[in-house]
């Protein structure tokens, strides 16, 4: 999502260059969904459906033990990831995901609204604007709420341990500081390069904020942000997977999200960009718009006190209160990142009332804690050590 503007630009300027470009032995995940790819490496898969209370149908995918673990049957600690293809696209000794599952975790991978693998409707096509009209205020009121509690009700457990990066941070902040039923069913938060305030950004993603408000929905639409299916198969198999223009297809990354050379697999880039980013709506895209303009974490502006009074019962969009979440939460955050700036993240620090750990990564960028190699040593490895304690 955040790194689109580039990635577009990108695509103008190369035109239809590529097509006389070598092209690189490509990845076959690139090219899969969510079940193959966890199938691909020899893991169990399961799909599940599950119906928000406002009719959104989102996949949520599961690996229920590690590869060498079927005999083992019982309950394990439940973890929920979030979102799905972000925790599976390494190989498995350097995917959070398969190495949760080797370490004895009921592991199951989220998806929020709009994204590839959530765009079903019990009443509105994709086509119409009214199943674009969300942020990541719904996700957060529906799509947590509605995920958990099927995880919790499918394996019966009480509580589970959420993992959240980037928006899917946000996301959690706003269901655990708004919703205390659904905060006590929460083990630990472990937030990756959290979002919450986005005062101090310094990607390219401010230059949308200079668009009004007016003429946001008039050059972008009122439905998904852009074409997804064409960029996950274009960008991904064609585009970065030939040698002359990965280099490039990388450095629109770090432009958006901050640099870290040592740590980008280039070997894995047609991975990354065939399922990144995974689609959303344009009032999401305004809604981040405008908390980077007003320097605040609060709901979605809908434009006018009427509006807002029709939604909120008061003339402006509610501040969320990060104060009031009360679960305990561990936060990996890094130097270089553009997205997740150190001061917005020293801001949201300062309000966390339950924090247990944080640890910043000084030559770390947005992207590093889901695809860096060195990620298992930085950060994963001490995720689940925080989870083996509360295993005791």
Known sequence: MWWLLVTVCFIHMSGNAFCFLGKIAKNPEASMNVSQMISFWGYPSEMHKVITADGYILQVYRIPHGKNDANHLGQRPVVFLQHATNWISNLPNNSLGFLLADAGYDVWLGNSRGNTWAQEHLYYSPDSPEFWAFSFDEMAEYDLPSTIDFILKRTGQKKLHYVGHSQGTTIGFVAFSTNPTLA????????????????????????????????????????????????????????CSRETLNVLCKNALFAITGADNKNFNMSRLDVYIAHNPAGTSVQNILHWTQAIKSGKFQAFDWGASVENLMHYNQPTPPIYNLTAMNVPIA?????????????????????????????EIPNYNHLDFIWAMDAPQEVYNEIISLMAEDKK
């Open 331 to 359: 936060v990996w955050s890094a130097g270089q990142d553009l997205l997740a700036d150190p001061q917005d993240v020293d801001l949201l620090l300062s309000k966390l009332s339950n924090l247990i750990h944080h640890k």
């Open 184 to 239: 006590e069913k929460i083990e630990v938060f472990h937030a990756l390069a959290p979002v919450a305030t986005v005062k101090h950004t310094q990607s390219l993603f401010n230059k949308l904020a200079l668009i009004p408000h007016f003429l946001f929905k008039i050059i972008f639409g009122n439905k998904m942000f852009y074409p997804h299916n064409f960029f996950e198969q274009f960008l991904g198999v064609e585009v």
